[in-house]
T-cell receptor, first 109, second 112 residues
Framework: ELKVEQNPLFLSMQEGKNYTIYCNYS?????LYWYRQDPGKSLESLFV?????AVKQEGRLMASLDTKARLSTLHITAAVHDLSATYFC?????????FGKGTRLHILP | DAGVIQSPRHEVTEMGQEVTLRCKPI?????LFWYRQTMMRGLELLIY????????DSGMPEDRFSAKMPNASFSTLKIQPSEPRDSAVYFC??????????FGSGTRLTVV
């Protein structure tokens, strides 16, 4: 059974700082997804990572994938308040994707 | 495209009543998924369809839950009878292959 673990589950950080969210998963998979969810809202797709060593960047967010280590990271550079949200990683298994518990990110001004 | 459309946005019902949640996927998408989100359990996959056929319903918690997809543009998730522990946000998502899901806005269900 595929398990997806994120850490930390909660992160409070100052604006301007850098931080990394980690996503570990338990079985081999060829696709990893990162989503963002604002309070009371739906999930928004951020990144789809398809291969070992894949790196994608959008603004202050950068995601990477190491399939051998079964690890993905979401790096936040010079955080701003607008990035406050819950971030989920999800891993594909057959035709479906399984989500981690999410990392609730709170950025203090 | 209007995206994945779910209705209703909010539903409050009394315990024991039947609840039907509705979803219209993005046109051309061949997969449809139903998820449930709670604080305690996070996002749980309930069931998913491929080309209108249910593929995996192992996440459906009990026989009180059922889902149908009579055609490519419509799916329902029904709870009968509803219980307070069913209170959650129910999301529908669709995808074309494994290109990543597009989620609907969700239905917030409260069973009192």
């Amino acid at each position: 059974e595929l398990k997806v673990e994120q850490n930390p589950l909660f992160l409070s950080m100052q604006e301007g700082k850098n931080y990394t969210i980690y996503c570990n998963y338990s079985t081999t998979s060829d696709r990893l997804y990162w989503y963002r969810q604002d309070p009371g809202k739906s999930l928004e797709s951020l990144f789809v990572l398809l291969s070992n060593g894949a790196v994608k960047q959008e603004g202050r967010l950068m995601a990477s994938l190491d399939t051998k280590a079964r690890l993905s990271t979401l790096h936040i550079t010079a955080a701003v308040h607008d990035l406050s949200a819950t971030y989920f990683c999800a891993v594909s298994e057959d035709d479906k994707i399984i989500f981690g518990k999410g990392t609730r990110l709170h950025i203090l001004p | 495209d209007a995206g994945v459309i779910q209705s209703p946005r909010h539903e409050v019902t009394e315990m024991g009543q039947e609840v039907t949640l509705r979803c219209k996927p993005i046109s051309g998408h061949d997969y449809l998924f139903w998820y449930r989100q709670t604080m305690m359990r996070g996002l749980e996959l309930l069931i998913y369809f491929n080309n209108n056929v249910p593929i995996d319903d192992s996440g459906m918690p009990e026989d009180r839950f059922s889902a149908k997809m009579p055609n490519a543009s419509f799916s329902t998730l029904k709870i009968q009878p509803s219980e307070p522990r069913d209170s959650a946000v129910y999301f529908c998502a669709s995808s074309y292959g494994s290109q990543g899901y597009t989620f609907g806005s969700g239905t917030r269900l409260t069973v009192v």
